[in-house]
Antibody, heavy 113, light 107 residues
Framework: QLVESGGGLIQPGGSLTLSCVTS????????VSWVRQAPGRGLEWVSV???????YYADSVKGRFTISKDNSKNTVYLQVNSLRAEDTAVYYC?????????WGQGTLVTVSS | EIVLTQSPGTLSLSPGERATLSCRAS???????LAWFQQKPGQAPSLLIY???SRATGIPDRFTGSGSGTDFTLTVSRLEPEDFAVYYC?????????FGQGTKVEI
């Protein structure tokens, strides 16, 4: 099970930290990604952190978002900075065990003044 | 970047009919790490198929994923009323990971 939290209403230029707490799933031995969906739009991959700790980002968030994890807490984080209106979306975390995805229910981030 | 192109954009069918959805990748999908998701209005995406052809837990056997390399297909053998939704394919074999633009299956 994966449970996201940390979303909310934030002004343009602001920052948030999203959390993805996992249970029955080890972030130390499986990779985890973040995916988002803007209102009325399709799914957009945001970032992934592999078991090695190596990270990758979509071009649209590179330099503004940072993914990290705490193996001891089985938690993955997404630090989102310099937020823009177009970052408004439901953010989902997804864990992958032997190639099988497990998704959370998402947390809504609204960027508006 | 692997671009996933789904076709058709919209599929208009009736309950009981067969639905065939296509997902074509611009490059070969590594490890056949290709998944299909179903999304209904106001709900989170729900996993149907992973690894191109493995059905997720609890998914009825009327849903079948097939294909490899660059061409993938999701088939719904007989549409039930609850199957009318938007379907996305997703590759997670190569970064940047990508999604198709979606196929809407409507009555």
């Amino acid at each position: 099970q994966l449970v996201e939290s940390g979303g909310g209403l934030i002004q343009p230029g602001g920052s948030l930290t999203l959390s993805c707490v996992t249970s029955g799933f080890s972030v130390s031995s499986n990779f985890v990604s973040w995916v988002r969906q803007a209102p009325g739009r399709g799914l957009e991959w945001v970032s992934v952190i592999y078991t090695s700790g190596r990270t990758y980002y979509a071009d649209s968030v590179k330099g503004r978002f940072t993914i990290s994890k705490d193996n001891s807490k089985n938690t993955v984080y997404l630090q989102v900075n310099s937020l823009r209106a177009e970052d408004t979306a439901v953010y989902y975390c997804a864990g992958y065990i032997s190639g099988k995805p497990y998704w959370g229910q998402g947390t809504l981030v609204t960027v508006s003044s | 970047e692997i671009v996933l192109t789904q076709s058709p954009g919209t599929l208009s069918l009736s309950p009981g009919e067969r639905a065939t959805l296509s997902c074509r990748a611009s490059q070969s999908v590594s490890n056949n790490y290709l998944a299909w998701f179903q999304q209904k209005p106001g709900q989170a995406p729900s996993l149907l198929i992973y690894g191109a052809s493995s059905r997720a837990t609890g998914i009825p056997d009327r849903f079948t994923g097939s294909g490899s390399g660059t061409d993938f297909t999701l088939t719904v053998s007989r549409l039930e009323p609850e199957d009318f939704a938007v379907y996305y394919c997703h590759q997670y074999g190569s970064t940047p990971w990508t999604f198709g633009q979606g196929t809407k299956v409507e009555i």
